[in-house]
């Protein structure tokens, strides 16, 4: 791991269960396919254990619901998806994301303006 | 690979897995673990090749998993390597083939256990209530109490057997206090086996003058087996009544010896008349050691305690 991959997984910490609450906002989805979405949008470095372990405890909070669904051809595939309470906390989480994005945003063009000067 | 092996490989990954993150609270690990096969197996099939190529190894895919659950009560402090190894351990021992047959031949000793905890018990008994009693591994059935001791092990025994076939199905707090009273039998019963060395050799005393008081004379030697009294002036003294501080007949130890007690007018041995009368087992009499005699300071007008008349001057 270089430190570009230390940095981004440590800043993915704090939003993972952001990321993964949107992406089931979209569609009921398994814990693999959860982590190609999430890789797909250009999460390329979400660890398939930080995934499976964040539905795990968002499914215990009681933001998600759980239902198996039988596969012909591999395992039976545990689905979740938002149920209000998930729904609730996503709408919060997106919204301190957004402001915190914002507050950060500005620091940062501030940093890059006062540097061109 | 083929499906055989993805499933060994799914298996062993998520019972490493399963291993270092055996510190959990075991409510908060099955709700995170539930699926966990489930989801490999997922993985094994749509990304192929091993796990550990996929995943990294099972104990950095634990650590992370720990941390985005979130397990709060998580060990943040650096562990004992030692400490670490153990769940690992734990299941290397509890996989494997030896483990498996003991486990399921204990079973099979749980009646020797039921007929040995009955001879405990009452062996603790008799030591809790028999304190200078000699107390040995086997009773003496000549003996009212070793027969009293072994009547009361058969009736033991048949209550220990009932009591063990019976107690197959407990409930979950019955069962806890049947593992703890066993427990207690063993543990007492270390304790009682471990002093009777010494019970068994204070009985070897003890028997020598059963119809005496039960107070004999031992030194730091070993046993005591005979007294010679001199006097001061190193003239060996015969038949000197030996008593204690509360007035009882001191005796000795009965040694290989054969001794011939004095018989009173009354009809009873002298047992504590010095020195004793003693015969090795071949018939040769026991002879009086080499004794060295202190030196006594020049005699005074005060006389000193002596079996001869006072000097006269």
């Known amino acids: ?117 | 690979m083929t499906s055989n092996d993805q499933a060994s490989d799914v298996n062993t990954y998520a019972a490493s897995v399963r291993a270092a993150l055996s510190d959990l609270p075991s409510d908060q690990a099955d709700v995170l673990l539930e699926d966990l096969e489930d989801h490999l197996r997922e993985i094994s099939a749509e990304a192929g090749g091993p796990l550990t190529e996929r995943l990294g190894p099972p104990e950095q895919y634990a650590q992370e998993l720990r941390a985005a659950y979130g397990a709060t009560q998580v060990n943040t402090r650096p562990q004992d390597p030692a400490l670490r190894d153990l769940p690992r351990a734990r299941v290397w021992v509890t996989g494997s083939e030896w483990y498996r047959q003991v486990r399921a031949f204990l079973p099979e000793l749980r009646p020797a256990w039921w007929v040995l905890r009955a001879y405990l018990a009452v062996l603790i008994l008799v030591a809790a209530f028999s304190r200078g009693y000699g107390l040995g591994p086997i009773p003496n059935p000549t003996t009212k109490r070793g027969l009293a001791e072994i009547l009361a092990m058969g009736v033991a025994i048949w209550l220990s057997v009932r009591i063990g076939r019976r107690s197959r199905n407990l409930l979950q707090g019955a069962r806890f206090l049947a593992v703890s009273a066993n427990a207690l039998i063993a543990l007492v019963a270390v304790v009682v086996l471990g002093n009777m060395h010494s019970f068994a050799y204070s009985e070897l005393i003890g028997t020598a003058t059963p119809e005496q008081a039960p107070f004999t004379a031992a030194f730091a030697g070993g046993p005591l087996t005979n007294v010679y009294p001199y006097s001061q002036d190193g003239k060996p003294l015969t038949n000197v009544l030996l008593y204690d501080q509360d007035g009882q007949p001191i005796t000795v130890a009965k040694s290989e010896a054969q001794t011939s007690y004095p018989v009173g007018a009354d009809g009873k041995a002298i047992t504590n008349a010095y020195p004793l009368t003693q015969r090795h087992l071949n018939g040769d009499p026991v002879v009086a050691p080499r004794v060295a005699f202190p030196p006594w300071p020049a005699p005074s007008a005060t006389a000193s305690p002596s079996a001869t008349a006072s000097p006269t001057h």
Do not use: C, F, I
């Open chain 1, 1 to 117: 791991m270089n430190q570009a991959e230390v940095d981004t997984t440590q800043l993915l910490k704090g939003v993972l269960d952001l990321a993964v609450l949107a992406v089931l906002a979209e569609a009921d989805s398994y814990g693999y396919d959860v982590v190609r979405r999430l890789r797909e949008n250009g999460l390329d470095h979400v660890g398939d254990a930080s995934v499976y372990g964040t539905l795990r405890r968002l499914y215990q909070a009681g933001a998600l619901n759980s239902y198996v669904v039988p596969s012909d051809e591999g395992p039976h595939r545990k689905y979740y998806g938002l149920n209000n309470r998930g729904r609730k906390a996503l709408d919060q989480s997106a919204q301190t994301w957004a402001s915190l994005s914002k507050a950060l945003n500005h620091l940062l063009n501030g940093r890059s303006n006062g540097h061109d000067k």
